[in-house]
């Protein structure tokens, strides 16, 4: 950045003072707090996030300083604002997926037309849009979802919303506009799924594995001279002892370690 550009020292001055106001602002929410999911509490921390991001960018410009603070990201949701007994609600779901294998699809679309008996001149399973159409009409969401690989698709991220209403909607009311109303307050639980979360657990995995595999490099020997030495023995005296029951009891002994 260049001199020109960069913020006076009164500006950085002002917004270490922001974020003082910020912090007395958000101590005071958190102990007026009415609840849980207090609005006046989220709002404070929004606050509070905003002007420690605004003074640190402003730090850094200046005097090439950052501060030890890490400024969550918009990842969560905000209070729940619906009623707390609800008499209706919505699921909204969105899954993704990448059509992988073309000539798949449209070879499970042309399954589905002979099976209906579709005629010849109709070819909509000649298209990738006329395949999709095809299968998403024919199958329920679910069973494309648990069957993806076989119609030439690749799994992207899904989330799941259930959403909580005063009353049930009027049938055909909200069709012409069905994510429209898609209000984040008034979700009551919601899941994802994401590859996302796959790799870091994968890391996570890996991290342990190379951290066992050094305390098992110095272990293994030991314990296989161990294990050589007790098979040894154990034969060894599992023979004698077997050759003295046979010679002292016959069959009946053997019949009785059998048990």
Known sequence: MSDAAQPTAAEVRAAAEAVKTALDRHLAAVERRSGEEDPAVYDAFNELAAAA???????????????????????TLPPYTGPEEPSA?????????AVAEPQRLMAQARRVEAADGEGPGVEASNTVHGALGLLFGEFE???IASRHKEFGLEEGDSTL????????ADPGEWLEAPFEEADPERVVCRFDVSAVFDEELDDDIDDEDDDGDEDDDGDLPELDEDLDTNLDTDTDTDTDEDEDDEDSAGEPARLEADR
């Open 53 to 75: 991001e605004a003074y640190d960018e402003l730090l850094y410009d200046r005097y090439d300083e950052v501060t030890p603070f890490e400024i969550p990201g918009e990842d």
């Open 89 to 97: 609600l919505s699921v909204l779901i969105r899954r993704d997926y």
């Open 141 to 143: 969401p679910d069973e």
């Open 161 to 168: 919303w259930v959403t909580a209403a005063d009353e049930s």
